[in-house]
């Protein structure tokens, strides 16, 4: 059984929406962080979104205004709300847990924890 695991995935066309979730049976300590990256054919994963445990929260500048991170009542489970997609934002999205919140919280190399991904597909 996976440990971190997204689901939520599909296509869908531009302008279109998709919400993403993702539950963990890992311990989650005080101090975390969660997040989802994402990573296209022959590209580097990239961080999307983070939540900490503060709730404060984190966007790469190409989804601001567009995706939307949030914890769910249990805090083993975190969502990300895609809005207005564009095709651009075709990749595999994964979530993360990083054990301790990390100073740079895009950055992938922080997290210790990861999903097996969810493919996004957005057609133009």
């Known amino acids: 059984q996976d440990q971190v695991a997204e689901s939520g995935g599909g296509s869908v066309q531009s302008g279109g929406s998709l919400r993403l979730s993702c539950t963990t049976s890992?311990?989650?300590?005080?101090?975390?962080?969660m997040g989802w990256f994402r990573q296209a054919p022959g590209k580097e994963r990239e961080g999307v979104a983070i939540?900490?445990?503060?709730?404060?929260?984190t966007y790469a500048d190409f989804v601001k205004d567009r995706f939307t991170i949030s914890r769910g009542s249990a805090k083993n489970t975190w969502y990300l709300q895609m809005n207005n997609l564009k095709a651009e934002d075709t990749a595999m999205y994964y979530c993360?847990?990083?054990?301790?919140?990390?100073?740079?919280?895009?950055?992938?190399?922080?997290?210790?924890?990861w999903g097996q991904g969810t493919q996004v597909t957005v057609s133009s």
């Open positions: 993360a847990v990083a054990i301790s919140r990390p100073t740079h919280v895009l950055n992938r190399y922080s997290y210790n924890y």
């Open positions: 890992r311990y989650i300590s005080p101090d975390y962080a």
């Open positions: 939540i900490d445990s503060f709730g404060d929260t």
